[in-house]
């Protein structure tokens, strides 16, 4: 694993600040009791089905008695948890209960595809194997996936977890003027999230481990920033000066980009402010034959 790497995962979301979100999969346990909800939920409703086509068309013929209940069936144990998850957006009545949610691999809410894929697999491992399946490849899969959830391209989040934003990193005052007046070429997102990372939980580290993280990480750094760091000064200072003077620059640069739009463009009408009446355009007069005369025609 190559230090760009450190503490961010191929599969994090990297915001244009270059900090990951964090959205934590669902805990197996979660994710047991959330099943076990609906699979109660879907043999209630399987169950009054049957007794409900049972009694309409008991004794009336075998072959529609058996259609029927194939499609109570179906009704059950695909169509419901479908409708249920499309129309909530990755919720079942299990998630309700405990504040989950089934999003897409890129954190995307799910749509009827999935929702009807992971209702399809649902009935072969969960209600045809008792779950069995479904627990086995949570608890091997990275992020608690089941059966379903691997074929669907889809993950259990908790909905309820807030996102926490790491506080901005400080410029060290040794090095504020070599910063100010250095080239800083953009860092790559995974590169940057790997720095922000690992400034945030570097006192976590053991001592030889924190230094030689640092070490790597300023050296994948060093190739985007022109004059070298001046000597003798901490890897760790190096890259909170780096992270911190990107920030700088990027605030002024938007804050420039702001005014020029302020003085530039028309006052939005849409925001509350009365817009302009265009000038009119003046209408050329016409000589003898229909030739312009070059003056503008007087209107009444």
Not at 40 to 56: F, K, R, T
Not at 181 to 200: G, I, S, W
Request: hydrophobic share 45%; glycine share 10%.
């Amino acid at each position: 694993m190559s230090s760009s790497t450190v503490g961010v995962g191929a599969d994090d979301l990297v915001t244009g600040e270059a900090v990951a979100l964090d959205l934590p999969s669902a805990g197996i346990g979660l994710r047991i009791v959330s099943g076990l909800i609906d699979y109660v939920l879907g043999m209630l409703v399987l169950i009054g089905l049957q007794i409900g086509a049972d009694a309409v068309f008991g004794g009336v013929d075998d072959a529609l008695t058996l259609a029927m209940t194939t499609l109570a069936t179906i009704a059950a144990l695909v169509a419901l948890p479908t409708t249920f998850e499309t129309l909530t957006r990755g919720k079942t009545l299990g998630h309700l209960a405990l504040g989950l949610r089934t999003v897409r691999d890129d954190a995307g809410p799910i749509r009827f595809r999935q929702a009807l894929t992971r209702a399809m697999l649902g009935v072969v491992e969960v209600y045809g194997c008792s779950g069995v399946p479904a627990l086995v490849s949570a608890a091997v899969s990275s992020r608690g996936k089941r059966l379903g959830d691997l074929l669907a391209g889809t993950y259990v989040v908790r909905d309820r977890q807030r996102i926490k934003l790491t506080p901005p990193t400080p410029m060290p005052p040794q090095l504020a003027g070599w910063a100010a007046t250095a080239d800083l070429a953009p860092l790559p997102d995974q590169l940057a999230v790997a720095v922000r990372q690992f400034l945030a939980r570097a006192h976590t580290f053991a001592p030889p481990v924190r230094e030689q993280l640092g070490a790597r990480l300023l050296d994948e750094a060093r190739p985007y920033v022109a004059p070298a760091p001046p000597p003798g000064h901490h890897a760790e200072y190096v890259l909170m000066a780096m992270l911190a003077e990107r920030r700088t620059r990027d605030a002024d640069r938007l804050a420039r980009e702001a005014r020029l739009r302020e003085r530039l463009l028309p006052p939005d009408p849409v925001g509350g402010v009365a817009s302009q009446p265009p000038s009119p355009i003046p209408s050329w007069g016409t000589g003898p034959g229909g030739a312009t005369t070059g003056q503008p025609s007087s209107s009444a």
